[in-house]
């Protein structure tokens, strides 16, 4: 079955840096569009980032580009997000989604706390 692993999350202060990883199993990961999003406290599951099959093609919100970096390695089936001077607001679970034939599977969730 499809599963997806989050890791890398933590405390952090502002100005900071982490990396996120995404490992991916049950499905065909080299093929598959990759997703990051997040959940503040209160609000909207939002998307952050998304990346085709093979890496060429990224997308970010507004909110976080030039900041944050999405990647993959398919080799390792894995799926990366680099964040780099990180605020306040980007407290939030962050969640990796994957779409496997139309249907969108979650990991379940990784904290990232910026506190001073």
């Known amino acids: 079955q499809v599963q997806l692993v989050e890791s890398g999350g933590g405390l952090v202060q502002p100005g900071g840096s982490l990396r996120l990883a995404c490992a991916a199993s049950?499905?065909?990961?080299?093929?598959?569009?990759m997703s990051w999003y997040r959940q503040a406290p209160g609000k909207e599951r939002e998307l952050v980032a998304t990346?085709?099959?093979?890496?060429?093609?990224?997308n970010y919100a507004d909110s976080v580009k030039g900041r944050f970096t999405i990647s993959r390695d398919n080799n390792k089936n894995t799926m990366y997000l680099q964040m780099n001077s990180l605020k306040f607001e980007d407290t939030a679970i962050y969640y990796c989604?994957?779409?496997?034939?139309?249907?969108?599977?979650w990991g379940q969730g990784t904290q990232v706390t910026v506190s001073s």
């Open positions: 989604k994957a779409r496997v034939y139309f249907l969108d599977y």
């Open positions: 049950g499905f065909t990961f080299s093929i598959t569009p």
């Open positions: 990346i085709i099959s093979t890496g060429g093609r990224t």
